[in-house]
């Protein structure tokens, strides 16, 4: 029975280690979601700049890289500390995690560039865009990481919550940079108005599955953040964008109209996107708390027992009185005196009811893990899918996305269950070109 509590000490250790490592990664997801709105900032300024011919928002378009730069050094200064990657101090899931932060940094070393081009204006609004949309992308499926490695449930559900928030708010910022751009050009961009209308509804999707995960002080900070949001004018300007024909012409000015509305929005999504990541550290502090306080920790047994024998090398300590006295259960009573060992009746039941409340728990634990990662598996079917149709069909990642949610709606179907379908012809599809 020693060994028995031995092993539940350990594994509550290692329980308590997992929780101190996901907060780690959480201070991470924290930094990253501030540099994200960073560089969404800049993307759209720098669509107003170049869009514009240089003519417009170049002051503004500096200072915001310049903001970015200081976001971003940071997130670099956290990933220098030393502890990050300590082999001894690594969690489940840590190679993807880092795998995932080394490919966000080498996207990041890129804006090196790209700043330079566009300070001297040598690339277009379009492919300032892509570039800044890569770089936003990488960041994105670090945080998708971090939850998808994520053990405990509730802290699982923030995650899951906050990534689907910074996706609808990355999708809106796409939004902002491809409108300013066609304004700022004064007539509509090459993708018109079906690439806007994906954006529209691939962002509200999101907003969905964030607003089915997140808790519900969450939810009505969101409710009342969009009261506060300008979406009357976004709608007006959005029917503008939506209507434009190929000889369309914009008044310039709109342009920052535009960009001032959808800020004021993304200012908000950003408000409680901080307030749900500065709690993913809040739950994980709460959740070791509530572990170290446990009063069925096995800790606390194991310094009971020290206190009866000499065999567990541990700090000793009394045998408390709740491990000494109450009534026992008439399976219990019945049982031969031999069969509760040297350590005495209740002490023997306390652990057999330690390990019984041990294996419900963590039985809970998977079933609620099993159902917030369902969520997650499904966005890697899709994007998975979408890989397909872009080797086979040619098709860009936005046109892919776009393919699989019109199959989707023709057919009245779910999206997981088109891309299930895309994965399962893909050894039929011949390769493109």
Known sequence: MESTLAFLVAA???????????????????????????LQDERGATNLHLASGGARFGAERAARASASEATELAVRAWLAQPAV??????????????????????????LVALRAEIATRGCSAEAATRRFTHAIAALLALVFEAADIATDPAVSRLLVALFNLMQGKELAGQERAAGAAAFAAGAPGPAGEHALLHLIEAQEACFQRFAAFCPPDTLAAWSAAQAAMPLAELERLRRKLLAAGPGTAFVPA???????????????IRELEAALAGGLRAACAARIAALRRDP??????????????????????ALPATALEGTPTSAQADAPASAAGPLGPQLTRSIVDLLHAQSCRLQAIGDELAAVRATLDERKLVERAKGVLMRHQGLSEDEAHRLLRQTAMNQGRRLVEVAQAALAMEAFLPPHG
């Open 254 to 268: 709109l342009a920052e109209t535009w960009f001032a509305c959808c800020s004021q929005r993304l200012d908000r």
């Open 12 to 38: 509550r250790r290692c329980e308590i280690h997992d929780l101190e490592q996901l907060a780690r990664a959480c201070e991470l997801v924290q930094a990253v979601s501030a540099l994200v709105h960073r």
């Open 296 to 317: 069925d920790d096995p800790q606390s047994l194991m310094q009971a027992l020290s206190g009866l024998a000499d065999t567990v090398a541990l700090p000793g300590a």
């Open 85 to 110: 990657g300590d082999p001894a101090l690594a969690m489940a899931g840590g190679t993807r995690l880092f795998t995932r932060i080394a490919l966000a940094l080498h996207a990041l070393d890129g």
